[in-house]
Structure formats: C-alpha cells, structure tokens
C-alpha cells in the first residue's frame, strides 16, 4: 500500500518511510549542487557559500502549519552545531510587510531566502509537498530529502551515521 501510495505521488519506488511523522526519506548521491537566492531583507546567499560543512535546506511556507512547528526546532539546530547551517526556503508569494510580521511572531535564528514560486532553484525544482528538507553534505551533494515534517535529531542522526 505504501508503495503503492508513492508510486502515486511520483516518488518512486526509491523512497521509504523515514520513520519519523508522516514524513518520506529519500537517498540521494548527486553531484554538488548550487543556488543562490536572495535572503529577505538582505544579501545573496548560494549554497557553495557554505562548502565544508552540512546544510539544511528546508522548503517551507507561513501557511503551513508543520513548517511552523519546525522553525525554532531548526533554530535550535543552526545554533548549536557549528558543522551545521540550516537555510530556510520560503516557497510562497506574500507581501513583505507580512512576511515581516511572520518573522518577527516566529523566529528563526538562520537565514530565511525567498523563492519565486514559478522559478524555483533549478537544482531543486518545486517543492512536492512543505515542509521538504534537503541534508547536503559538506562536497556541496544533495545526501538525503526528507518530505515532510522532521525534528532535528532526525538530521543529527542521519548526518552521525556519515561518519
């Protein structure tokens, strides 16, 4: 059934539960990959800006409820893991004074870039469901996607099994 269910959704037979929530697991072994997007109310950020080190990219929106629920999770991440920054993708079109309001009631203590829901980063693609999180290693590869709502020890779990 839960093949089945995948299969439908255009995930793959690749795909297994990841044991946490209802949220998928996927491996992945790419070649590095890069982005750079605009950070709100800031510079530009690209993905190689942070080579040497694990990254989590975390495809999110305000109108979703478990995106929420992982902000000041992946907070606490970005803040305590030195070999960790944690890059939140806000997939949505909103007004900037809205987005500011969002911010300022939920925190995130790591950089939070815009994307342009019709030109999302090409080596990511749109997002199939939110919140989708991206584990890439510190060669810049895209090393696990998870669809679905995570905590962090998920990530520190899977990024101490590396090696």
């Known amino acids: 059934m839960i093949r089945k ?33 605009e950070q709100f109310e800031g510079d530009k950020i690209s993905l190689s800006d942070y080579r040497g ?22 907070s606490e991440l970005h803040q305590d893991r030195s070999d960790v920054t944690v890059l939140g993708l806000a997939y949505e079109e909103v007004e900037a004074e809205a987005f500011s309001a ?9 950089p939070i870039l815009l994307v342009d829901v019709f030109e999302p980063p090409a080596v990511l693609g ?12 510190p060669s810049g590869s895209i090393a696990k996607t998870f669809y679905g709502p995570i905590k962090s020890t998920d990530i ?5 099994a590396q090696g």
């Open 5 to 37: 269910t995948l299969l439908a959704l255009g995930m793959g037979a690749s795909l297994a539960l990841a044991g946490v929530g209802s949220a998928w697991a996927q491996e992945a072994d790419s070649a590095p990959v890069d982005f750079t997007l």
């Open 156 to 160: 520190t779990e899977f990024i101490s």
């Open 53 to 74: 080190q694990w990254v989590v990219v975390n495809y999110w929106a305000t109108w979703c409820a478990p995106c929420r629920k992982e902000i000041p999770d992946l």
């Open 102 to 110: 969002f911010l300022d009631e939920h925190p995130a203590s790591y």
């Open 126 to 137: 749109s997002p199939r469901v939110l919140p989708t999180t991206y584990i890439v290693d």
